[in-house]
C-alpha cells in the first residue's frame, strides 16, 4: 500500500506489481481441445488452403454472427483491402481519424484518400452529421468503425449511404459478439470487416473475416483472397493472399467454445474497475447499453486533468512505472501519423473531439490474466496518483527521470 509520494515506482517505489500487466493478454480456450487439434492438422497434413478447420470456423462463425458470408482471412488489415477493393471503392472514402491506423492505411495502400471525419465524443465513433458535409462528387464509400465493440450509428450511416449511393463499410474489429439494436454485428452495411488478432476478444493468433450477406460480393471477395483462382489452373481475378490457415482456425474453433467465459470474465473484470474508481473526479469508465451485447473487452478511462489535476500522460507513466502497461489507444489519431499528417497537415481543425479525445483515453488490462486482486491494485494506483497530483506535477517539473512510457512514444 502506498502512504506517500516517494512509494510511487516512477519516484523510486517497488512497483506495485512484479509482472508487467498488459492491455490485451491473450485469452485461448481449453489447452487439450487445442492440442488435440493441432495433432488432426498435423495427421491430415492439410495446413492451408481452404482447410477442414478453416470451413468449419467459416461456417460456425456466419451461423453466431446471423449472417449469409463469412470469409476468413490471414488478418483484418488484408480483409480491409480485400473488402474495399471487392467493393469498388476509390476516390475518396470518408473514416474516422480516431482508430487504429490499419483503417485509413487500408484504404491509402490502394490509393484511396481517406478523409477524415469528427467524432461523436459521447459515443466515440463517426458523427453522421459531419459525414454528409465530407461527400465530393470523388466519394465512393463511408467506413464506420465500431470502436470499442459499441455499435455506429448504423441507421443515420446507412441512411447518408443510400441517398449519396455510397458504399457503407465497417471495420468491426473491436465487435465481435457485439451487438446493435439486439443484432448480432456482422450483417449490416455491405460487409463488415473482423480482427481475431492476438489481442482481440476472440483471437486466432492472428486472423480476421469479411462478413456479408451480399452473395456476389462474397463471392468476389473468396477469389480476391485467393489469388483470384476459381479453380485448379484457372485464375479469373486479379487476387492477393489472406488465406487462414488451419493452426489459426483451430485456435479460433476452440476460442468460440469459451466465449461465454471469456466474455463473462470481462464482464467481472469491468465492473469491479467501475466499482474500484467510482466517484474519482475526472476519472470516466465509459458506458456499455445494457440493451445490447458486448464483449466488455476494452475498459477504457477519459481522464479530464482539469478535474484530476494530472494529465493522462503523467498518469501513463506512473502506471508504467508500477508494471501496468496502460495504453492511449489510438494516440494521436491517424491525421497526426504518416503519411497523413503531411498530405493533410490542417486536418485536425475539422477533427475536433478527435483531438480533445485523443488526449483523454486510457485503456486498463482486461481478458483472463487478471482479476479481482490485480484490479483493486490498479484502481489503489490510479487513486493515490490523483491524491498526489500536485506533489507528483512538482516534483516532476523539476525534473525527474524520464520513463518507460515516455521514453517508448
Ligand atoms: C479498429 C481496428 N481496425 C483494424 C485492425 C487491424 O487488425 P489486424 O491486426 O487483424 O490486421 C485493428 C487491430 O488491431 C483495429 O483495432
Not at 467510482?278 to 476519472?283: A, H, K, Q, S, T
Given at each position: 500500500m502506498k502512504t506517500e509520494v516517494n512509494d510511487l515506482a516512477i519516484f523510486g517505489g517497488p512497483p506495485a506489481f512484479a509482472e508487467k500487466l498488459h492491455v490485451g493478454r491473450p485469452n485461448f480456450g481449453e489447452r487439450e481441445r487445442l492440442r488435440e487439434r493441432f495433432d488432426q492438422i498435423i495427421e491430415r497434413r492439410?495446413?492451408?488452403?481452404?482447410g477442414p478447420y478453416v470451413k468449419e470456423l467459416e461456417e460456425k462463425l456466419a451461423r453466431f454472427l446471423g449472417v449469409k458470408h463469412c470469409i476468413a482471412m490471414c488478418n483484418a488489415t488484408i480483409a480491409l483491402e480485400i473488402a474495399i477493393k471487392a467493393l469498388g471503392l476509390k476516390g475518396e472514402v470518408i473514416v474516422p481519424s480516431?482508430?487504429?491506423i490499419a483503417t485509413a492505411h487500408a484504404l491509402q495502400w490502394q490509393e484511396i484518400t481517406p478523409v477524415f471525419c469528427d467524432i461523436d465524443p459521447q459515443t466515440h465513433n463517426l458523427d453522421p452529421r459531419r459525414v454528409e458535409d465530407l461527400i465530393t462528387p470523388r466519394t465512393t464509400g463511408i467506413i464506420g468503425v465500431h470502436l470499442w465493440g459499441r455499435p455506429c450509428d448504423v441507421e443515420a450511416l446507412g441512411e447518408i449511404a443510400r441517398r449519396h449511393r455510397l458504399a457503407l463499410l465497417f471495420?468491426?474489429?473491436?465487435?465481435?459478439?457485439c451487438t446493435y439494436r439486439d443484432r448480432m454485428i456482422g450483417s449490416f452495411g455491405d460487409a463488415e470487416v473482423f480482427s481475431f488478432h492476438a489481442t482481440k476478444f476472440f483471437n486466432t493468433f492472428e486472423g480476421g473475416a469479411v462478413t456479408t450477406d451480399d452473395d456476389e460480393l462474397a463471392a468476389r471477395i473468396r477469389l480476391m483472397k485467393n489469388f483470384g483462382f476459381a479453380g485448379y489452373d484457372n485464375v479469373i481475378y486479379v487476387g492477393t493472399n489472406g488465406k487462414m490457415n488451419e493452426v489459426c482456425a483451430a485456435m479460433g474453433l476452440t476460442s468460440l467454445e469459451s466465449l461465454d467465459g471469456f466474455i463473462s470474465v470481462n464482464r467481472r473484470n469491468y465492473d469491479l474497475y467501475r466499482q474500484g474508481l467510482?466517484?474519482?473526479?475526472?476519472?470516466e469508465v465509459i458506458d456499455y447499453d445494457d440493451a445490447e451485447k458486448n464483449n466488455y473487452q476494452y475498459v477504457v478511462l477519459e481522464i479530464d486533468e482539469a478535474a484530476t489535476r494530472l494529465s493522462r500522460d503523467e498518469l501513463l507513466n506512473i502506471l508504467w512505472a508500477e508494471n501496468v502497461v496502460a495504453r492511449r489507444y489510438f494516440y494521436p489519431g491517424c491525421h497526426r501519423a504518416e503519411p497523413y499528417r503531411t498530405l493533410y497537415p490542417d486536418a485536425g481543425a475539422n477533427l475536433r473531439a478527435t483531438e480533445e479525445l485523443a488526449q483523454r483515453v486510457l485503456l486498463l488490462p482486461n481478458g483472463n490474466a487478471i482479476g479481482e486482486p490485480e484490479i483493486r491494485g490498479i484502481c489503489d494506483v490510479v487513486r493515490f496518483a490523483i491524491a498526489q497530483a500536485e506533489e507528483v506535477n512538482l516534483r516532476r517539473s523539476k525534473g525527474s527521470q524520464t520513463t518507460a512510457a515516455e521514453a517508448s512514444v
Open positions: 492439410w495446413f492451408t488452403n481452404a480516431f482508430t487504429f471495420d468491426a474489429a473491436h465487435a465481435f459478439a467510482r466517484d474519482l473526479p475526472g476519472v
